[in-house]
């Protein structure tokens, strides 16, 4: 069986409160939730993880070739700054999308630019929480599609 993390970086243990105009009303538990339901139509496990620490998150990615097949990731600010995870990601060479809330290219110019981007299977970004959905749903495909 396809098994699945979904790793959250900085500040999405805050969503449903933290500028809900951006990132809207849905927390991180109503967000695993509708994904541990897709996930059981898909017939794949999936696992949640979330840190506002870039050590963990590290720890995190490395640790996902021994236990799972892929991962859908919010690295929330780490994904504009975090070298230290790119270079997780390419020491753990699992297939993995990128998600984003809110669409990076309508912010400040800062978040423009994804460090882990050229890695991942592909990038959703601005479809609010549905993106989790739509990553989960190309992952599979990707990994069935060997």
């Known amino acids: 069986m396809i098994r699945i993390l979904v790793l959250n970086g900085p500040n999405l243990n805050l969503l449903g409160q933290r500028e809900p105009s951006v990132y809207g009303t849905d927390t ?3 967000v695993e939730a509708m994904l541990r339901e897709a996930a059981t139509r898909l017939g794949v496990e999936i696992a949640f993880r979330q840190s506002n620490h870039e050590g963990e998150l590290v ?26 995870l790119r270079d997780a990601f390419l020491a ?33 970004t601005g479809l609010g929480t549905r993106g989790y959905l739509l990553a989960l749903d190309g992952l599979v495909a990707a990994l069935r599609d060997g």
Not at 63 to 83: E, K, R
């Open 59 to 84: 720890d995190a990615v490395q640790g996902a070739a021994a236990g799972f097949d892929g991962l859908i990731v919010n690295l929330g600010a780490y994904t504009h700054t975090s070298l230290a």
């Open 28 to 30: 991180l538990a109503d």
């Open 92 to 124: 753990a060479p699992l297939p993995f999308v990128e998600v984003h809330i809110s669409n990076l290219f309508r912010r400040e110019a800062a978040r423009h630019h994804s460090l882990v981007a050229d890695l991942a299977v592909g990038m959703i």
